[in-house]
């Protein structure tokens, strides 16, 4: 007979499998929602999730390559207070499975927030619209977690030209750090090695024109 343990090692890793293949087909779809509700309190609160763990993702490593020094506890002590808000923004995120109803061309089956009780539209349409902006963000919020099972929230990025664009993007390849090339060049054209080769070219530019001005 198998443990408990080997029973729950074996249903993670069938879910990893699943989370896979869900989150890679709905990160693209995560980053269009990320952008579309952009300044509203639910894509605060994603925003909030996604920063949160990869923080944790950052203290991470250096906590298990050095498990005695001073500075690694101190690492650790920063990793459990990451991990206790990470799990603080998840408790947010009550969800049961529900299975319906039919459609002729597909099989429902989807996670409902808790209180919700049923997959029929409400007939208020003021309620219909709270409870599709909570499953919305609900989706957001496990499209999350399972990118982070995998491995993969890393390539969920912002644009790095945040004076004057702060669109969420996939980074493929992972060193990408802006959206398109319009925002590098004006991220680096703003930057201080930028003007500082700027104002020596002009500076060498006027000279020669001075020099020319004098013959």
């Known amino acids: 007979?198998?443990?408990?343990?080997?029973?729950?090692?074996?249903?993670?890793?069938?879910?990893?499998?699943?989370?896979?293949r869900n989150?890679?087909?709905?990160?693209?779809?995560?980053?269009?929602w990320l952008n579309a509700k952009e300044s509203t309190a639910a894509c605060w609160r994603i925003e909030q999730l996604i920063e949160s763990i990869k923080l944790e993702a950052a203290l991470k490593a250096p906590v298990f390559a050095d498990r005695t020094s001073n500075r690694a506890l101190a690492k650790r002590k920063q990793l459990g207070l990451a991990q206790e808000r990470v799990n603080r923004l998840l408790r947010r995120y009550r969800v049961y499975p529900q299975f319906g109803p039919i459609a002729e061309d597909f099989w429902p089956a989807v996670w409902m927030p808790v209180g919700v009780k049923?997959?029929?539209a409400p007939q208020n349409p003021v309620r219909a619209s709270r409870i599709n902006k909570r499953i919305e963000e609900i989706d957001a919020a496990l499209t999350v977690f399972m990118l982070t099972r995998i491995n993969q929230l890393k390539l969920l990025k912002r644009c790095e030209n945040s004076e004057v664009c702060q669109v969420w993007?996939?980074?493929k390849p992972l060193k990408k750090?802006?959206?398109?090339?319009?925002?590098?060049?004006?991220?680096?054209?703003?930057?201080?090695?930028?003007?500082?080769?700027r104002r020596d070219y002009m500076r060498g530019y006027r000279i020669l024109q001075t020099r020319k001005n004098v013959k």
């Open 1 to 20: 007979m198998k443990s408990g343990h080997q029973v729950v090692g074996q249903a993670n890793v069938t879910l990893a499998l699943l989370d896979e």
């Open 23 to 32: 989150a890679k087909g709905n990160v693209w779809s995560l980053v269009e």
């Open 118 to 120: 049923t997959m029929k």
């Open 169 to 171: 993007f996939v980074a």
């Open 177 to 197: 750090r802006f959206h398109d090339t319009k925002c590098q060049q004006q991220k680096f054209r703003s930057s201080t090695e930028f003007k500082a080769k």
